[in-house]
């Protein structure tokens, strides 16, 4: 309690011009504080936004990975699927047949299926074929990719055509994959 009657003697020893400098100055004081008081809550609110912001950036980012992963996975499981189902199946097979039915044997030139099949480092082993054709018309080029793709087994890695007069001649790499053989 004697700090408060020391504060109330100073006050009223203080003349008129004194005290209003006095209140001035704390009230200054007050709102220079208040003021700061403020700067430093929003610079920290700032901050905190920024941060907030960069982590649901994370977030999605690492969302979008999930989802590959997920979607990754869900394509392996289903190539795994669609090789175990057919253990046995040749590209050179299918090639063949391919081009029996489509009446191509007489415009197709050489056939390589390189040995040994490519190890892809993945627990699957990559076979190719390439073929290479002469004579060829649109149709029958539509025909044999067509005829190619619907195989879910086989994709095309490569096609090249060159046209030769009003016909063309294509080249064409075809791969599967199977299953590697562990050692």
């Known amino acids: 309690m004697m700090i408060f009657q020391n504060i109330k003697d100073f006050v009223s020893d203080l003349d008129k011009k004194q005290l209003y400098q006095l209140t001035a100055g704390l009230v200054g004081g007050v709102i220079v504080c208040a003021g700061l008081i403020i700067f430093w809550h929003n610079s920290a609110m700032g901050s905190l936004q920024n941060k907030l912001v960069q982590v649901n950036k994370t977030r999605k980012d690492a969302q979008v990975l999930i989802d590959d992963y997920k979607r ?12 175990s189902k057919d253990a046995s199946f040749k590209i050179r097979d299918f090639f063949n047949l391919t081009i029996k039915d489509l009446n191509l044997t007489a415009n197709l030139g050489r056939v390589d299926v390189p ?4 190890d892809l480092g993945n627990g699957y082993n990559e076979i190719k074929l390439t073929a290479s054709f002469t004579g060829l018309n649109m149709k029958d080029v539509c025909d044999l990719l067509e005829n190619i793709e619907r195989e879910r087994r086989v994709f095309i890695k490569i096609l090249s055509m060159t046209k030769d007069g009003q016909l063309l001649d294509v080249t064409l790499e075809i791969a599967t994959l199977q299953l590697a053989k562990s050692s």
């Open 115 to 118: 040995e040994p099949p490519q």
């Open 72 to 83: 990754v996975t869900k394509q392996q499981e289903d190539v795994k699927d669609l090789i």
